[in-house]
C-alpha cells in the first residue's frame, strides 16, 4: 500500500438559497446548486464510502487513456434546484396546527461510461513475477468510451406534505397529537434516473447499481463472437471487438429494477403523540 499523486479528483461548485414570507403563515423559498467533478478517479460509493486507487497496481498491464481516463465523474450532477412553500392554515389555538407543505426537485442525469474487464494474459505483456496478473480473477478494467460518455435523464418530481399538531392539555408543551402524511410524486413523473426510492425510502439520490452498464467482449461472450484484440496495439471497434449489450433485459442503459426510475407516486403518513 501507498500514497500516489497519478489520481486526480477535483470539484467545482456554487450554491445559492433564497426565502420569503409571503404573508403571515405563507412561505416561499428555493435553492440551487451549480456543480463539477471530474477527474480519473471516482474515489467512493453509496455502499461502501471511500475506495482504493487501483491505477497503479499491476502498471505492465495497463495505459491510463484506457484504463483511468480523465473525465466527469460519477457524482457529477451539475444542476440539482429545489423550490419549496408552505401554508399555515389559520385555526384556533384549540383546534391545533395544520400545515401544508409543496415541494418541486429537479436534478440533472449523471455520467457513465462503457467499461469492462479484459483478461490481463491476453495483452502480450511478459509477466514480470505476478502470480496473478491484474485483478480481480486476472483482469484489467478498459474504457471503450469516454468515462462521460453517457448520462442518466434529469428528474423531475413534485411532492406534498401536510401536517397536523394539537396538543392534548391547553397549556402545555407536550403531550402533542401528530399527524404527518405525505404524497410523493404528485403527477407520475418517470424518468429513468436511477434515482427511485421505495416507500421506506425518499429516493432523489443516484444510484447506478439500478441503471444496467452491461459490455459485450470476447471475455463475456461465446467464442467468436467478437475478436480479442490487444490494448497496446489495436483500437478496438465497436461490434469487431466489442459492443454494448442489446439482450433482453440486459440491455445496456436499461433499468436493473423499478428503483432505477423515479420514486412511483405514493402516499407514506405517521401518527402518534409526542411527549
Not at 480481480?136 to 428528474?155: E, L
Not at 484484440?229 to 471487438?241: D, I, L
Amino acid at each position: 500500500m501507498e500514497n500516489t499523486n497519478n489520481v486526480t479528483r477535483r470539484y467545482s461548485g456554487m450554491s445559492m438559497q433564497a426565502s420569503y414570507r409571503v404573508a403571515a403563515g405563507i412561505d416561499v423559498g428555493a435553492n440551487y446548486t451549480l456543480s463539477h467533478t471530474w477527474g480519473n478517479f471516482d474515489g467512493e460509493t453509496g455502499g461502501s464510502g471511500p475506495s482504493v486507487a487501483q491505477v497503479d497496481s499491476f502498471p505492465e498491464y495497463k495505459r491510463p487513456e484506457w484504463n483511468s481516463p480523465e473525465g466527469d465523474l460519477a457524482a457529477d450532477q451539475r444542476h440539482r434546484a429545489n423550490v419549496w412553500g408552505t401554508y399555515v392554515v389559520p385555526l384556533s389555538p384549540r383546534a391545533g396546527v395544520v400545515t401544508f407543505g409543496l415541494l418541486q426537485q429537479v436534478g440533472s442525469g449523471v455520467p457513465y461510461g462503457a467499461v469492462a474487464p479484459l483478461t490481463a494474459s491476453s495483452f502480450g505483456v511478459q509477466n514480470p513475477g505476478y502470480v496473478s496478473p491484474g485483478a480481480p480473477n486476472g483482469t484489467i478494467d478498459y474504457y471503450f468510451t469516454a468515462r462521460d460518455a453517457f448520462r442518466t435523464a434529469t428528474s423531475y418530481r413534485t411532492d406534498l406534505s401536510v401536517n397536523y399538531a394539537r396538543r392534548l392539555h391547553a397549556g402545555d408543551a407536550q403531550p402533542e397529537l401528530f399527524f404527518h402524511g405525505e404524497l410523493l410524486n404528485v403527477f407520475r413523473d418517470f424518468q429513468l434516473c436511477g434515482c427511485g426510492g421505495s416507500a421506506f425510502s425518499n429516493g432523489g439520490s443516484v444510484d447506478m447499481s439500478t441503471i444496467r452498464t452491461a459490455v459485450r467482449t470476447p471475455r463475456t461472450t461465446p467464442a467468436g463472437t467478437y475478436q480479442t484484440f490487444n490494448p497496446f496495439t489495436t483500437v478496438p471497434v465497436r461490434g469487431t471487438h466489442w459492443d454494448l449489450s442489446t439482450v433482453p433485459g440486459q440491455d445496456f442503459g436499461g433499468a436493473v429494477s423499478n428503483l432505477a426510475y423515479t420514486t412511483p407516486r405514493l402516499f407514506r403518513f405517521s401518527v402518534g403523540v409526542r411527549f
